[in-house]
């Protein structure tokens, strides 16, 4: 039996990159289907080759063997004041997921965007999974999203700031790696 305690929890090393591109491409293969695995591997890569580090973090979720969970924030420009980040794709090992890390993780990232000042973090996922870490569904007058979504109900968001999400308003810019109908 494993247990999240002996996991420990920090930004990713360079030389972590290739586990980290094969963690998202295994883990996404064996939940969604091999073309699914390659789609998620590749962004995993690409964000890491073409975002500026000031527009990027992954944590990571390592135990003596190496990682078993990563997590990316990157920018999301909506305006020039604002300073936004948006969560994903997330990933678990396959065999060790269900005992809380994912959650972990993702707390572990909250935290660090707020010591960074961040005023707000959105995700596209599914709400039954991140309305466990704070987020809400957003109405469409608040930030729409870069592309069309196909699952609008994926939308999601949360403040890091005393003010409301609300106060965020129109279109945003997502990073280049991200910019792409197929992720939406
Ligand atoms: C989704 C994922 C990141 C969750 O990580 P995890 O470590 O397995 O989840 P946790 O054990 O931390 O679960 C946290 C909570 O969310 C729930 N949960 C986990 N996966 C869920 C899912 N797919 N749907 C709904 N709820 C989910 C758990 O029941 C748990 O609730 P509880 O604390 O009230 O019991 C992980 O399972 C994974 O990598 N899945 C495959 C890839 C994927 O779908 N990534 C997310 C989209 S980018």
Not at 30 to 40: D, P, Q, R, T, V
Not at 125 to 132: A, I, L, T, V
Request: hydrophobic content about 45%; some cysteine.
């Amino acid at each position: 039996m494993h247990g999240s305690e002996e996991l420990r929890f920090r930004h990713h090393q360079a030389d972590e990159v290739t586990a980290i591109v094969q963690l998202f491409a295994s883990v996404f293969a064996a939940s969604a289907g091999e073309a699914e695995g390659a789609l998620i591997g590749g962004l995993a890569e690409k964000l890491f080759t073409t975002t500026d580090a000031s527009d990027l973090f992954n944590l990571v979720a390592v135990d003596d063997g190496g990682v078993v969970a990563s997590l990316f924030f990157s920018r999301l420009h909506v305006s020039d004041e604002s300073e936004v980040f948006i969560l994903g794709p997330v990933a678990v090992q396959t065999d060790r997921q269900g005992e809380g890390i994912g959650r972990a993780l993702i707390t572990h990232g909250l935290a660090d965007l707020v010591s960074r000042g961040v005023q707000a973090v959105l995700t596209y996922g599914d709400p039954k999974f991140y309305g466990k870490v704070g987020f809400r569904q957003l109405s469409p007058t608040v930030i729409k999203a870069p592309f069309q979504l196909s699952q609008p109900e994926g939308w999601l968001g949360q403040s890091l700031v005393e003010h409301a999400i609300e106060s965020l308003s129109g279109q945003c810019r997502c990073v280049d790696a991200l910019n792409d109908p197929a992720f939406w």
